[in-house]
């Protein structure tokens, strides 16, 4: 039964989730993740008497234009649930990631540039960092050439990070797409991404990085994800 309207038990948090994605939005700009009205923001609103929603960008909508009130509802089907403009080009992706990874509670897209360069080559960016074991638990790994339109990009985002330590995926030949448990962190792993491939990609202009053991990438993964304070 495709869902018309947001159901009033889930308006508060619909709301809630247009002012934090609308919010998170303004961050892609700010780490210059994303030019013009590139990349995308959601989250997953959580419905336990039935099928959960998501918010995320109008799209095509300038940064500058993005507030809680352009935020688009739809449901995991992709459909628009609520709002004035057409939702992210973005969203059967976003959508597809939400219905097959239950854990996951925001969706992020950058073209960002170094992140985007590796994913142009294919090339997983591999784990020299110890930021890059904390964070990623290991390398970030590439995902399948898929068009948009359809829900291959979201497919392909699921057949590689389903089971993988990585929040981040490079989908070839297009940009990073990244996971977490809220947009938040979503967003969070965007800007490290970002990050890794920029230092990865310098250090190997003098010459090639040096691995770190896999018993190190797995203990600062460890404490990184269970001990570290984020606040
Ligand atoms: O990369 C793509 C599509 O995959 C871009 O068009 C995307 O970053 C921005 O599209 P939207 O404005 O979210 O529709």
Known sequence: MPI???????????????????????????????????????????????????VIKPSGVAYDDITPGSMVVCDLEGNLVEGDRSPSSDTA????????????????HTHSTYATAWAARAEEIP???????????????????????????????????????????LMRNHGPFTIGKDARAAVKAAVM?????RTVHV????????????EHVDSLYARYQNVYGQH
């Open 4 to 54: 018309t309207e947001v159901p009033a038990h889930l308006r508060a948090a619909v709301d809630a989730a247009k002012e934090k994605v609308a919010a998170l939005h303004a961050e892609l700009p700010r780490w210059e993740l994303v030019v013009w009205t590139a990349g995308n923001v959601s989250e997953r609103v959580s419905n336990p008497d039935g099928d959960d929603l998501l």
């Open 93 to 108: 992706a976003h959508a597809y990631v939400y219905t097959h990874m239950p854990e996951v509670g925001g969706v992020v």
């Open 127 to 169: 784990c020299v960092l110890t930021m890059m074991a904390d964070e990623f638990g290991g390398p970030v790994p590439v995902g399948p050439f898929a068009i948009i339109g359809d829900d291959s990009i979201g497919r392909g985002i699921v057949e590689t990070l389903s089971g993988h330590r990585s929040p981040a995926v």
């Open 193 to 197: 991404v970002e990050e890794v491939a």
């Open 203 to 214: 250090s190997r202009q003098l010459g090639e990085p040096l691995p770190i053991a896999q």
